[in-house]
């Protein structure tokens, strides 16, 4: 039986602190009880044309900058930072990853040989990037199917089986939004992804930007073996993906649910389990003879 892992996305939520990051990490870690702990690395110059660099931030209220590029900039951490909280994640017993957004980013982060390195949804066409993980990484690729098409998704499933890479892959079903009502979660994707791609890729995961865990534990029993969310130390702070993220005691709870559903997912072992076998010797109506009934 496949063992759920859970991802907690600490993402930018960090708000460029590297000491409010690794709390971050010791949270998810000790408290919670997470399998990942997962940030972001972006090359703002790389990602961004002039224009949007200089552009302000779409959201005043949320920027740590005069300009978007100033915003993303504060945010960012580097490559010697990135390896940092790698150490803090193996000091504390979870795995480190991070999603990447350029080809730049892509190749630092593999230098730092991550178990697993994510592609976001926004940059799952960016195939230059994508053979950078194919051809320059060892590790696992996951990577978000949100705002995609299916002839897109089989492009990018096409792509890595062509490299050789497929049996690194791990997809997730993923609504863009943040957050994202309940009616346009769609569970029922991971059960089209399973019946197109669950024998061509390594696994299939499901990425949330919702609210509460109630969709989380449906997505694991729809069969989604990696399960990701948005994490936060306080909901209330300044930045964009607060609203959307799990505080962390909603981290605790989404783990010890997953992991105890999983538990209750399995068939029976015998016809008559042990515990129910003391309860049969008490309780049940005794007969002679076992009498199946005709028609």
């Not at 980013?105 to 950078?132: G, Y």
Request: hydrophobic share 40%; glycine share 6%.
């Amino acid at each position: 039986m496949t063992t759920v892992k859970i991802i907690a996305e600490v993402g930018c939520n960090h708000k460029g602190d590297m000491e409010i990051a690794k709390e971050h990490i010791r949270v998810a870690a000790i408290y919670a009880k997470a399998d990942v702990v997962k940030f972001q690395k972006r090359n703002n110059r790389e990602l961004l044309t002039p224009e949007q660099y200089a552009a302000p931030h779409p959201n005043a209220a949320n920027s740590y900058g005069d300009t978007y590029g100033a915003h993303r900039e504060f945010l960012e951490f580097t490559v010697d930072q990135h390896r940092e909280l790698k150490a803090e994640c193996e000091a504390n017993g979870i795995i480190y990853s991070t999603s990447v957004w350029d080809t730049t980013s892509a190749r630092e982060i593999a230098s730092i040989n991550p178990v697993l390195i994510k592609v976001p949804s926004a940059c799952n066409l960016h195939f230059d990037m994508l053979a950078v993980l194919a051809d320059e990484y060892d590790g696992e690729i996951h990577l978000s199917f949100g705002m995609t098409t299916h002839e897109e998704e089989e492009a990018i499933v096409r792509f890595f089986e062509q490299r050789g890479r497929a049996g690194d892959l791990v997809i997730y079903s993923c609504t863009s939004g943040y957050p994202v009502a309940f009616e346009d979660i769609c569970l029922g994707e991971i059960t089209r992804l399973k019946e197109s791609f669950e024998h061509r890729v390594k696994a299939i995961g499901f990425s949330g930007h919702h609210l509460g865990i109630a969709a989380d534990v449906a997505a694991l029993a729809m069969g989604a073996v990696w399960v990701e969310r948005h994490f936060t130390l306080d909901r209330t702070w300044k930045g964009t993906d607060h609203a959307a993220s799990l505080e962390p005691d909603g981290l605790r709870r989404l783990c010890r649910d997953l992991r105890n559903v999983e538990k209750a997912l399995a068939s029976k072992a015998m016809e008559v389990l042990p515990v129910e076998q003391v309860q049969r010797d008490k309780l049940k109506w005794r007969n002679a003879e076992v009498i199946i009934p005709t028609q």
